[in-house]
């Protein structure tokens, strides 16, 4: 079976979708031949009409906020909105940080868990560019926490992030692998003061080692930079890119 290769909406640019939605950005993602799109929650301008209008266009909603809340408390009013968000989407992932999670946090893994347990909303964990959700350490405790209330939960794999931190990507494919249901497709470039986000064939990144770390079998979103006065060719370029790349490096 062909991996899905989706459009993380942030690719097009805030600029861009400040000018023209959404909506127009997740339609011309399904011009270009994305399976499907990932709705970002913090590019929304007016959620309760972009939200019921992109219905049936995404299968993943990108929440803003952390699972836990700063101190440790799990934060389940994030949790609720982003699961409403999810529904009214169709979607059925729902990727979240898990923020603030630290030792407080694991006596309301169980209220997570029941929580979870009332929606069809699959939550996968994303690590993100903070120290306290998105180091290898950090997202090993939780997992392992998570795993010993019998609380099975998959990851979003983003290639790039671990730079912002220091870690090291493949490192981090081999440990966590196994538990990845969703990957952020994102190459890297050291400026003198960032890192900033670049299409793979741009990367310093060992990422065709990172791609083959990890399962080939589940939804791959582009989330860099789309670029040029053909959008839309550009978009079906970097799709049929991803495509190759997922057929030749397994």
Not at 61 to 78: I, N, W
Not at 191 to 209: E, M, T
Request: hydrophobic fraction near 45%; proline fraction near 5%; include cysteine.
């Amino acid at each position: 079976m062909a991996t899905p290769v989706l459009i993380s909406l942030s690719s097009f640019g805030a600029a861009e979708i400040g000018r023209h939605g959404q909506l127009w950005c997740a339609q011309l993602a399904k011009a270009a031949g994305a399976d499907s799109v990932e709705v970002r929650g913090e590019l929304l301008r007016d959620p309760a009409a972009e939200l019921p209008a992109l219905a049936g266009l995404a299968t993943v909603f990108s929440s803003p906020e952390g699972l836990f809340a700063q101190g440790g408390d799990f934060d389940e009013a994030a949790l609720g909105r982003g699961i409403a968000a999810a529904t009214t989407l169709g979607a059925a992932r729902l990727k979240m940080a898990i923020g603030d999670f630290g030792p407080s946090s694991h006596g309301s893994l169980a209220g997570l868990k029941a929580r979870l347990a009332e929606t069809s909303i699959e939550l996968v964990i994303e690590n993100d560019q903070t120290v306290s959700a998105g180091t290898l350490s950090a997202l090993q405790a939780f997992f392992d926490s998570a795993d010993r209330v019998g609380l099975d939960l998959g990851m979003t794999f983003d290639m790039g992030n671990w730079h912002w931190l220091g870690e090291c990507p493949l490192q981090a494919a081999q440990a966590l692998g196994h538990r990845v249901r969703y990957v952020h497709c994102k190459g890297v470039q050291r400026l003198p003061a960032k890192w900033v986000a670049v299409p793979l064939a741009d990367s310093i990144a060992p990422w065709r080692s990172v791609l083959r770390a990890l399962p080939a079998d589940v939804p791959h979103a582009i989330e860099y930079p789309l670029i040029g006065d053909d959008l839309l060719a550009v978009t079906r370029d970097q799709i049929a890119h991803i495509r190759s790349l997922r057929n030749t490096t397994t």
